[in-house]
C-alpha cells in the first residue's frame, strides 16, 4: 500500500485526514465548500444540526491544546455527534503496545473516530494503520509533522479575504523547523495554487530542505515582506528546541517579530494570521495582533467550520454504509 | 390503464398560476396576513421565487438547504455545491408557507420541518407544491398543489430552469 492511499477509501473519498501532502485539489476545494455551508450553523440561535448524530468521537490528546480539543469539541457536538476527551498525561502513558491496548478498549466501545494530537511526528499515521476498519483517524497536530486541520482553516480565512489563490503572494514567519502548522500550510497554499510562497525566519531555524517544498527563503524581514498579500506568523515553540538555535527573544522580535512598522512593507490590504497561541512582544507586536488587519480570532471561528466540514466527510462516506470497506 | 403521462401534457406556467391562487385562497380563509415564505433547495426554491412575486410577499424569500437534516445522509455523503440555508427573518409566531416542487415521499418535508424548528418557533407551517405525486412514505400531505399526477415506478418527474430562467417541468424513465 502506498503511504498517502491511507487517507482514502476505496471510491476515493476522506476517509482518515492525516495531512495535506498527497491529497487532490478537489478534495481541497471540498473541505472548504462544505466549511462555508457549515459556516452559517454556527450563527443561528440553535447551533447544532442532526448530521452526526449516534456517532461517537473520541478526542486523545496527548500533548497540551486548548483551542484546537475546544474547536473539535464543539464541532463534533454541532453535528451532534457525542464526544468524549480523553487527557492522557504524557509522562504516565507508556509507548507501543499500551497505546494499542487503549485504542483497542475505545474500539470496544463503538467509539467511530479517534481525534489525536501527540508529540510524536506519525503518531496518528501509526493510530489510523491498527484501528478497525470502520474507524476514521483525524490528525490534530503530530509533533513537527503536520496540522492539516489547522492549514485548512488558515486556508478558508485567506479565501474568505482574498477569494483567488492563484493571484497571491503569501508569507510565513518565524520557527519554521519545528511548525507542523507552517508544513501543512506550504502543502495546501501549494496544491491550492498559489504562485508565491515566502518563509522569513532565521537561518537556525529554517530547515534545510525548505528550499525543495517549492518556497522562497527569506533571512530578513525588509525584503521578505515586500507586497505580500497574507502574513502568517509562528508562535516560537521553545518546547520543541534542542540547544541554542536562538539569540534572546528581545533580539528575535527585533528581527523577526511583526511590528506596524514591518507590516507597511507589504500590500496595504494585507491580512495578519496567526495559528495561536500568541506570544506577544516576542513574535508580533500588541497592536498588530489586536488590528485592523488582523484575522486571528475569525480563524478560531473557522476553525469550528472546517472540523465540522472534515468530521462530516469522513463519518458520511456512502461505502460506510454500504459494507464495501477500504 | 390509461396512457402514461408525458413532459408535454404538463404547462408549468399554468400550474404556477394556478398554485398561486390556490394559495390565496387558503391564506384569505385562514385569515393570514403577513406570511413568510421558504423555498426548498433547489426546485422548491426555484417555484418560492415565483410564488414570492405573484402574491407580492413582503418579508424577504427565505431558503433551506436540508443536506445536513436527510436520513439518507450516511447514504449519499456530502454535496458541496448546494447553497446554505438562510432564513432572514426572525420565524417565532410566523405563518409559514413552505414550497416544494414534488412531494414524493415526504422524507424531504419531514427533514425541512425538523429544520425550521432549530430556528424556532413558527405560528404555523403550511405547505405549497407545484405537483404531488404517489408513493407517500410518511404522513405528510399538501395544503396546497398544483396538480396530482399518477406515475409508474420508473418514471421521475423533475423540474428545470433555463437560461431565460423559465420553469418547466420533465419527466424522464428509467429501465425497468
Redesign the interface.
Known amino acids: 500500500m502506498k503511504r498517502f492511499d491511507i487517507q482514502l477509501d476505496n471510491d476515493n473519498q476522506l476517509r482518515h485526514f492525516l495531512t495535506i501532502e498527497g491529497l487532490k485539489k478537489q478534495m481541497l476545494l471540498d473541505i472548504l465548500d462544505n466549511a462555508e455551508n457549515f459556516s452559517s450553523v454556527s450563527s443561528r440561535q440553535i447551533k447544532k444540526v442532526p448530521l452526526l448524530r449516534g456517532k461517537t468521537i473520541a478526542n486523545l490528546f496527548f500533548e497540551a491544546s486548548t483551542r484546537t480539543r475546544t474547536t473539535f469539541e464543539l464541532a463534533a457536538k454541532r453535528l451532534s455527534a457525542d464526544v468524549v476527551n480523553i487527557n492522557i498525561n504524557t509522562s504516565a502513558t507508556k509507548k507501543g503496545e499500551s497505546l494499542l491496548d487503549m485504542l483497542h478498549n475505545l474500539e470496544a466501545m463503538q467509539v467511530d473516530m479517534f481525534v489525536v494530537r501527540h508529540h510524536s511526528s506519525g503518531a496518528a499515521h501509526f493510530i489510523a494503520q491498527h484501528v478497525a476498519p470502520h474507524i476514521s483517524v483525524i490528525n490534530a497536530g503530530d509533533g513537527s509533522h503536520a496540522h492539516p486541520t489547522q492549514a485548512m482553516l488558515d486556508m478558508f480565512t485567506i479565501r474568505r479575504h482574498k477569494q483567488d489563490f492563484t493571484k497571491l503572494s503569501v508569507a510565513i514567519v518565524g520557527d519554521i523547523m519545528h511548525s507542523r502548522v507552517a508544513r501543512s500550510q506550504i502543502h495546501a497554499l501549494n496544491t491550492l495554487g498559489v504562485p508565491e510562497i515566502r518563509v522569513i525566519g532565521p537561518q537556525t531555524i529554517i530547515p534545510n530542505e525548505a528550499a525543495h517544498l517549492g518556497v522562497h527563503v527569506y533571512h530578513d524581514m525588509q525584503q521578505g515582506l515586500q507586497n505580500v498579500d497574507v502574513v502568517i506568523m509562528l508562535r516560537l515553540q521553545r518546547e520543541r528546541m534542542e540547544g541554542a538555535l536562538l539569540p534572546s527573544e528581545n533580539e528575535y522580535f527585533h528581527m523577526f517579530g511583526l511590528t506596524e512598522e514591518k507590516l507597511k512593507l507589504a500590500k496595504p490590504d494585507a491580512i495578519v494570521m496567526h495559528p495561536g497561541p500568541i506570544n506577544r512582544g516576542v513574535e508580533i507586536e500588541s497592536s498588530v495582533a489586536d488590528g485592523p488587519q488582523s484575522v486571528i480570532l475569525e480563524q478560531v471561528t473557522h476553525g469550528i467550520s472546517i472540523r465540522m466540514a472534515v468530521m462530516s466527510m469522513a463519518l458520511g462516506r456512502p461505502s460506510l454504509t454500504e459494507g464495501g470497506q477500504s | 390503464m390509461t396512457e402514461r403521462l408525458q413532459s408535454n401534457d404538463l404547462d408549468t406556467p399554468a400550474l404556477l398560476d394556478t398554485l398561486s391562487s390556490e394559495l390565496r385562497n387558503l391564506l384569505k380563509n385562514r385569515n393570514i396576513e403577513n406570511p413568510v415564505m421558504i423555498g426548498i433547495h433547489t426546485g422548491g426554491l426555484w417555484v418560492a421565487e415565483e410564488l414570492h412575486k405573484k402574491l407580492n410577499i413582503e418579508q424577504p424569500l427565505g431558503a433551506l438547504?436540508i443536506?445536513?437534516?436527510r436520513d439518507d445522509?450516511?447514504?449519499?455523503?456530502?454535496h458541496?455545491?448546494?447553497?446554505?440555508?438562510?432564513l432572514p427573518f426572525n420565524i417565532d409566531d410566523q405563518h409559514i408557507i413552505l414550497v416544494d416542487d414534488v412531494l414524493h415521499t415526504g422524507r424531504t418535508i419531514r427533514a425541512a420541518l425538523?429544520?425550521i424548528f432549530?430556528?424556532?418557533r413558527p405560528a404555523s407551517v403550511m405547505l405549497a407544491v407545484l405537483v404531488e405525486r404517489g408513493c407517500r412514505e410518511l404522513p405528510v400531505s399538501a395544503d396546497v398543489a398544483a396538480t396530482q399526477i399518477k406515475l409508474e415506478k420508473n418514471q421521475h418527474i423533475k423540474l428545470n430552469r433555463n437560461a431565460a430562467s423559465e420553469l418547466f417541468l420533465s419527466i424522464e424513465e428509467t429501465a425497468k
Request: no cysteine.
Open positions: 438547504n443536506t445536513f437534516y445522509f450516511t447514504r449519499i455523503g456530502m458541496p455545491q448546494v447553497q446554505p440555508s438562510n425538523n429544520e432549530d430556528y424556532g
